[in-house]
T-cell receptor, first 117, second 115 residues
């Protein structure tokens, strides 16, 4: 099973450029998330989605945009990249029609390493 | 305000010994879930163990156990019989309330197992 797939795995961007990090899951999960992890730090929630057509901001949404046109895909867009956006980005998903606490394990992608220079 | 606090940036343990990684949390919800994840140097996040706020027993999964002290709002991870492969970053995380949609992570603890 593919699970959660992120592309690209590595990318170097120049200041001011834009790019999209792709995330796809094949588990029919409704809930999807984007996190960033700065060096030596924990994960911070950027945006999340509870289903197709619905997105919401997390802790650190500034400088990012998302869309959720299908259940499978949850791309993260960086507009006008800044050095502060140098980070590792993780996409994740959780299954189940109703998000209860028990048994809803979060599945992570392998991460996308982004450097803005 | 910080929802999840991991006060140990780094820990060392001798192979075959037990180690406890600390985690405290802050919530006013009665219903919440606590999770521990392992992140090896390869970067992937690996689910280890889950504890629900209404669970009366401490969760256990093989060599992992969660020391859940609800009144103190702590959810420490105990790894027994440490192995070299346990060297990694460990993250504590919490999801609040039934139907709440986001999960918050602590800053992590880097565990190094010495031979």
């Amino acid at each position: 099973n593919a699970g959660v797939t992120q592309t690209p795995k590595f990318r170097i961007l120049k200041i001011g450029q834009s790019m999209t990090l792709q995330c796809a899951q094949d588990m029919n999960h409704n809930y999807m998330y984007w996190y960033r992890q700065d060096p030596g730090m924990g994960l911070k929630l950027i945006y999340y989605s509870v289903g197709a057509g619905i997105t919401d901001k997390g802790e650190v949404p500034n400088g990012y945009n998302v869309s959720r046109s299908t259940t499978e895909d949850f791309p993260l867009r960086l507009e006008l990249a800044a050095p502060s956006q140098t980070s590792v980005y993780f996409c994740a998903s959780i299954g189940g029609q109703e998000l209860t606490l028990a048994g809803n394990t979060i599945y992570f992608g392998e991460g996308s390493w982004l450097t803005v220079v | 305000a910080q929802k999840i606090t991991q006060t140990q940036p780094g820990m060392f343990v001798q192979e075959k010994e037990a180690v406890t990684l600390d985690c405290t949390y802050d919530t006013s919800d009665q219903s919440y879930g606590l999770f521990w994840y392992k992140q090896p140097s390869s970067g992937e996040m690996i689910f280890l163990i889950y504890q629900g706020s209404y669970d009366e027993q401490n969760a256990t999964e093989g060599r992992y156990s969660l020391n859940f002290q609800k009144a103190r709002k702590s959810a420490n991870l105990v790894i027994s019989a440490s192995q070299l492969g346990d060297s990694a970053m460990y993250f504590c995380a919490m999801r609040e309330g039934v139907g709440n949609n986001d999960m918050r992570f602590g800053a992590g603890t880097r565990l190094t197992v010495k031979p």
